[in-house]
C-alpha cells in the first residue's frame, strides 16, 4: 500500500517570499508523483507530475518539485509567491499501472500581502 | 473541450435518506474515479469505473455505490445516509485506465441533517 506524508498543516508567507510544501511518501513499488492545488470552492487542478526521467518537474506557474527516492520526497517549491497563490496543495501517488490516487492530507499556504 | 462536470453541486439531505451524484466525464475519456473529500479525512478513494466495469473499490461500506454507462457518465449512489457523510464528493476522469492523468470535476457538496 502507498502512503503519503504532508508534514505540514499550514503555511504562512509574505508576498514575494519562497515557500516549500513538504511531502514525503511511502511504496513498496513504483509510483507516479502528483502535485494538485485546490482553490476555496473548487475542485482539484493538477499542478504538476513525476512519471520518469529528470527528477525536477516545472509546472507553467512557477512551482518546482523534485523527485528524491532515496529520500522518498517530492517536495513542491516557488521562488516567489503571489497572493493568487493561496490555496490548498495536495502531494498524491500512485501506483504504476493503477487508477487509484493516494493523497496527503493537504497544506493550506496562505499568502500574505 | 469541456471539463468534467458534477450534479448537483449542492445537495442538503437528511439521516436515513439517499442520495444520488451525477458526474460527466470529459469527452472522450472511458475512466471515471470518485474521491470522498472531508476536513478529517481528507480525500480518500471510493471507486474506479471503466467500461461500464468497476475496476477498483476504495474502504467504504456498501451503502456507497455506482455505476457507469456505456457514455461513460457515472453516478454514484449513498444509501441510508449517515451524518459522517457529509463531504465534497469529487469525480476525476481520464482518457484510459492507469492513465498519467486525472481531471477532476468541481466537486458535489453534500451535507446531511
Known amino acids: 500500500a502507498q502512503s503519503v506524508t504532508q508534514l505540514d498543516s499550514q503555511v504562512p508567507v509574505f508576498e514575494e517570499a519562497p515557500v516549500e510544501l513538504r511531502c514525503n511518501y511511502s511504496s513498496s513499488v513504483s509510483v507516479y508523483l502528483f502535485w494538485y492545488v485546490q482553490y476555496p470552492n473548487q475542485g482539484l487542478q493538477l499542478l504538476l507530475k513525476y512519471l520518469s526521467g529528470s527528477t525536477l518537474v516545472e509546472s507553467i506557474n512557477g512551482f518546482e518539485a523534485e523527485f528524491n527516492k532515496s529520500q522518498t520526497s517530492f517536495h513542491l517549491r516557488k521562488p516567489s509567491v503571489h497572493i493568487s497563490d493561496t490555496a490548498e496543495y495536495f502531494c498524491a501517488v500512485k501506483r504504476v499501472g493503477s487508477e487509484k490516487l493516494v493523497f496527503g492530507k493537504g497544506t493550506k499556504l496562505t499568502v500574505n500581502p | 473541450k469541456a471539463g468534467v462536470t458534477q450534479t448537483p453541486r449542492y445537495l442538503i439531505k437528511t439521516r436515513g435518506q439517499q442520495v444520488t451524484l451525477s458526474c460527466s466525464p470529459i469527452s472522450g475519456h472511458r475512466s471515471v474515479s470518485w474521491y470522498q473529500q472531508t476536513p478529517g479525512q481528507g480525500l480518500q478513494f471510493l471507486f474506479e469505473y471503466f467500461s461500464e466495469t468497476q475496476r477498483n473499490k476504495g474502504n467504504f461500506p456498501g451503502r456507497f455505490s455506482g455505476r457507469q454507462f456505456s457514455n461513460s457518465r457515472s453516478e454514484m449512489n449513498v444509501s441510508t445516509l449517515e451524518l459522517g457523510d457529509s463531504a465534497l464528493y469529487l469525480c476525476?476522469?481520464?482518457?484510459?485506465?492507469?492513465?498519467?492523468?486525472?481531471?477532476f470535476g468541481p466537486g458535489t457538496r453534500l451535507t446531511v441533517l
Open positions: 476525476a476522469s481520464s482518457l484510459e485506465l492507469a492513465s498519467n492523468e486525472q481531471f
